[in-house]
């Protein structure tokens, strides 16, 4: 079993910054791709940043510039560091990563419970 567990959510004015953490834990081989996406109430969920492995970024034209994603790849941890929040950013924040567990031979998505960022105008 595989578990991804976010934190860092909270209430933020607009214009403040906050960091997610997501860890991924349990039966891991490696982990290949890990991101971020959000879903707002009553909107689709939607992509707001990858990385790779090797450190390759990419990210949503609405965060660029303002989201930085990182990951320490020793403790199977994946970063957001969200500054210049706006309050259309406010949605629940979801943690993913492509993992092959120990006995297995293909990478599957795992999601992450989700975390609340709601910035206040």
């Known amino acids: 079993q595989v578990q991804l567990v976010e934190s860092g959510g909270g209430l933020v004015q607009a214009g403040g910054s906050l960091r997610l953490s997501c860890a991924a834990s349990?039966?891991?081989?490696?982990?290949?791709?890990m991101g971020w996406y959000r879903q707002a109430p009553g909107k689709q969920r939607e992509l707001v940043s990858t990385?790779?492995?090797?450190?390759?970024?990419n990210y949503a034209d609405s965060t660029k510039g303002r989201f930085t994603i990182s990951r320490d790849n020793a403790k199977n941890t994946v970063y957001l560091q969200m500054s210049s929040l706006k309050p259309e950013d406010t949605a629940v924040y979801f943690c993913?990563?492509?993992?092959?567990?120990?006995?297995?031979?293909?990478?599957?998505?795992?999601w992450g419970q989700g975390t609340q960022v709601t910035v206040s105008s």
């Open positions: 993913v990563a492509d993992v092959k567990e120990t006995r297995g031979y293909l990478y599957y998505r795992r």
């Open positions: 349990g039966s891991i081989s490696s982990i290949n791709n």
């Open positions: 990385i790779t492995s090797g450190g390759l970024t």
